[in-house]
């Protein structure tokens, strides 16, 4: 049986350059997602800095392994209220 040449080729099709844009502009619509979404979190977490102090005391006495190391454990500055609870 002798293998027969696909004569009823179409660049266009799914498999050709057609495949190749839905493809890139998949990649392309994706990566601008992704983009939008680093760019909108940054903002918002620009104004949320990094305060050390909530550190209760200094973290010179603290050992590997200890129960101690509780009490140098980070604090909330602003404790944030549970839906439906009232001060």
């Known amino acids: 049986m002798a293998a027969t ?6 660049p266009w099709g799914i498999n050709g350059l057609l495949g190749m844009l839905i493809a890139t502009g998949l990649l392309l619509g994706i990566l ?5 979404n680093a760019i909108r979190i ?13 550190i209760v005391d200094s973290l010179d006495n603290v050992k ?7 009490k140098f454990a980070f604090v909330d500055v ?4 549970k839906k439906g609870e009232k001060k």
Not at 5 to 10: K, L, P
Not at 32 to 36: E, R, T, Y
């Open 5 to 10: 040449e696909n004569t009823h080729r179409n």
């Open 42 to 54: 940054e903002r918002a977490e620009s104004t949320h800095y990094y305060d050390p102090a909530p």
């Open 78 to 81: 602003k404790p944030e209220e």
């Open 32 to 36: 601008a997602f992704l983009i939008s």
């Open 64 to 70: 590997m392994i200890s129960k101690d190391n509780a």
